[in-house]
Structure formats: C-alpha cells, structure tokens
C-alpha cells in the first residue's frame, strides 16, 4: 500500500521559509552563547587584608627587642585581575609605604584602613616596604611580600 502526497509549490517555499527562519535564530543565539563563554569569568577584585601588627620582646641581656610587621607578611594574587588591597593599622601610629616594582605609595595610620587597587599585569615578587620603619639598627625592617602569579 503507498501513500502519494502531493505538496503544494507553496507549501515548499513555506517550509523553506520556516528553515531558515531556524537556522537564522539557531546561528543568532549561538553567537551570542559564544560572546558570553568568550567574556571575562569574573573581574570581582582579589581583596586580600592586611594588617600591621608589632612583636616585642626582651633578650636575655635586657634589651628591649621590637618590630613592626605587616601580617600576613605574604599575599598571593592572580596577574590580569585586579587587586584591592586594605591595610588596616594596629600597631604604630603610622606606616607610610611604597610597593617596589609595582610603582605604588600610601600609607597605613593606626585605626584607619587604607585601600588600594591596582591590576598587576607581571608576574613577580613586589616588596610592601614601609619607609619609616627600614633601618635594621631599629629591628628587622618593615616588610611583606606581594605574589603575583
Ligand atoms: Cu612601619
């Protein structure tokens, strides 16, 4: 037993018309799928905190031993994302600092935090210095250790 179907000339073209009505909104949300996979995954800031802390001790011979730390002493980040930074004062009234290699300068008051933001675009080890307290004759110097992998 066989079936004829006759489909009209009209018909076709309308079928044809309905195709690529298809492809056309197939190719449409496509791209737009591969224009948002292609996007940044997330440009939320690394936040790291920081604080400024302080050791203190006597040696045996009486003396008073002190040094001012920043705590942690190392923070790692990712390069090409950016980095805020908050540095928050505990211990001394006030740190003023730079961050070698990155061209970066503030400073860190006692109950204040100070914020930074900046995007690294080189991978290395940025020294956090603070140039008051540098002079190992006054204890170990003021420093911490940005990572940028
Ligand atoms: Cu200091």
Redesign the pocket.
């Known amino acids: 037993m066989s079936k004829v179907v006759f489909i009209s000339k009209k018909r076709i073209q309308w079928y044809i018309l309905l195709a690529a009505a298809v492809i056309v909104a197939g190719a449409y949300v496509g791209w737009h799928q591969t224009k948002a996979a292609s996007a940044p995954v997330s440009q939320e800031p690394q936040v790291r905190n920081i604080v400024?802390g302080e050791f203190r001790s006597t040696s045996s011979s009486g003396k008073e031993i002190e040094s001012?730390v920043f705590s942690p002493g190392t923070v790692v980040v990712k390069k090409g994302i950016p980095v805020e930074l908050r540095i928050t004062g505990v211990n001394?009234q006030?740190?003023?600092?730079v961050i070698e290699g990155l061209n970066l300068s503030g400073e860190?008051q006692k109950g204040k935090t100070t914020v930074i933001r900046f995007t690294p675009e080189a991978a290395g080890i940025y020294p956090i210095v603070?140039?008051?307290?540098n002079d190992p004759a006054n204890g170990v110097p003021?420093v911490g250790y940005i990572v940028v992998q």
Do not use: A, E, L
């Open positions: 400024t001012y001394g006030s740190h003023p600092f860190v603070c140039t008051t307290h003021m």
